[in-house]
């Protein structure tokens, strides 16, 4: 799936379900999770094998987006209330969610792709795929 679709929906799910609540700030964030998961292109040089092959590796597994989600929703959370005070920051657990499915919707999408990704990594390297999008 193509990066620009992966930040659309983080941020409509962030639109859609947490601005009320958040602020304008989730967008952003929603956006930023959106794209998260494809951030193993740093690790590899571009147009290599090994790129090809590490990509929808870890990044992209339900544990590890799973654990992260959390992490990145509490620092973000921590960083909104020490930026803006109490003033429209939101709780940690709306912030968690946001990250939670804006990180889960990227490997959920690219099992469309006849590439697939390694969802169920670290215990299986095995990609899945419907390959619904060519």
């Not at 951030?39 to 929808?56: K, N, T, V, Y």
């Not at 429209?88 to 946001?98: P, T, V």
Request: charged share 20%; glycine share 8%.
């Amino acid at each position: 799936m193509d990066t620009v679709t992966q930040i659309v929906l983080g941020s409509a799910i962030a639109e859609a379900a947490f601005r009320e609540k958040l602020g304008r700030s989730a967008i952003f964030f929603g956006a930023l999770c959106g794209w998260l998961p494809d951030i193993d292109f740093f690790f590899h040089p571009s147009g290599s094998w090994e790129a090809l092959q590490e990509h929808r590796g870890i990044t992209h597994s339900l544990v590890f987006l799973t654990a992260m989600a959390p992490l990145l929703g509490g620092g973000v959370f921590l960083a909104d209330r020490r930026i803006r005070g109490d003033r429209r920051c939101g709780e940690a657990r709306d912030w968690i969610l946001l990250a939670f499915w804006a990180l889960i919707t990227h490997p959920l999408l690219d099992l469309c792709t006849s590439y697939g990704t390694q969802i169920f990594y670290p215990f299986s390297d095995y990609r899945y795929a419907t390959d619904a999008i060519s």
